[in-house]
């Protein structure tokens, strides 16, 4: 069965501290692995879609990077408008679903 | 481009009643998805059409429902509301499936659903 888990749930950086939220999937024939960015009361916003392993993409402090088994989304110099939550979800190959991880909610503090 | 509208933005219903939320799609998408959100338990996928067709759907009771009109205008339906109903409800469209960058899920602003 198809499944996407991201870690940590949350997690606090000061403004300034890069780091990195993971997501592990597991798929049959994947066929995208999306980032989304959520603000509270919104919907998801789309970021990054990835298609093979050693892919990457890059936006503005954001840079998302995939391998067969899990995705990272990397974040450098963070600033407090970066605070959301991160969603990632993945596509596989027979089905029209995709999968969401729970998401990582970023506080980045001033 | 005007993106995905979902109409109502809110609204707040009693059990046992049934509600109808709507979703206008991207200019162009034909393919219209149904999210159901929770702080518990995430995204779940509820149903995906694509030309008014019904292709996937989730684990969810057969109170739930959808339909997509032949503008790729869509409508979700949940009969019987339970307390448990109360929700984000998330639409998403995309232009189509298979590879690249024609199956990026572009979602709406959620209607909030509040069942008491």
């Known amino acids: 069965e198809d499944q996407v888990t991201q870690s940590p749930e949350a997690l606090r950086l000061q403004e300034g501290e890069s780091s990195s939220l993971n997501c592990s999937y597991t798929?049959?024939?994947?066929?995208?692995l999306f980032w989304y960015r959520q603000d509270p009361g919104k919907g998801p916003e789309f970021l990054f879609t990835?298609?093979?392993a050693g892919e990457e993409k890059e936006k503005e402090r954001l840079k998302a990077t995939l391998t067969k088994k899990e995705s990272f989304l990397h974040i450098t110099a963070p600033k407090p408008e970066d605070s959301a939550t991160y969603l990632c979800?993945?596509?596989?190959?027979?089905?029209?679903?995709?999968?969401f991880g729970t998401g990582t909610r970023l506080k980045v503090l001033a | 481009k005007a993106g995905v509208t979902q109409t109502p933005r809110y609204l707040i219903k009693t059990r046992g009643q049934q509600v109808t939320l709507s979703c206008s799609p991207i200019?162009?998408?034909?393919?219209v998805s149904w999210y159901q959100q929770t702080p518990g338990q995430g995204l779940q996928f509820l149903f995906e059409?694509?030309?008014?067709?019904?292709?996937n759907k989730g684990n969810f009771p057969g109170r739930f429902s959808g339909r997509q009109f032949s503008n790729s205008r869509s409508e979700m339906n949940v009969s019987t509301l339970e307390l448990g109903d109360s929700a984000l409800y998330l639409c998403?469209?995309?232009?189509?499936?298979?590879?690249?960058?024609?199956?990026?899920?572009?979602f709406g602003a959620g209607t909030r659903l509040s069942v008491l």
């Open positions: 998403a469209s995309s232009l189509a499936t298979g590879q690249g960058t024609k199956n990026i899920q572009y």
């Open positions: 990835l298609y093979s």
């Open positions: 798929v049959s024939g994947l066929r995208g």
């Open positions: 059409y694509f030309s008014e067709t019904q292709r």
């Open positions: 979800a993945v596509r596989g190959s027979g089905t029209y679903k995709y999968i």
């Open positions: 200019s162009g998408h034909r393919s």
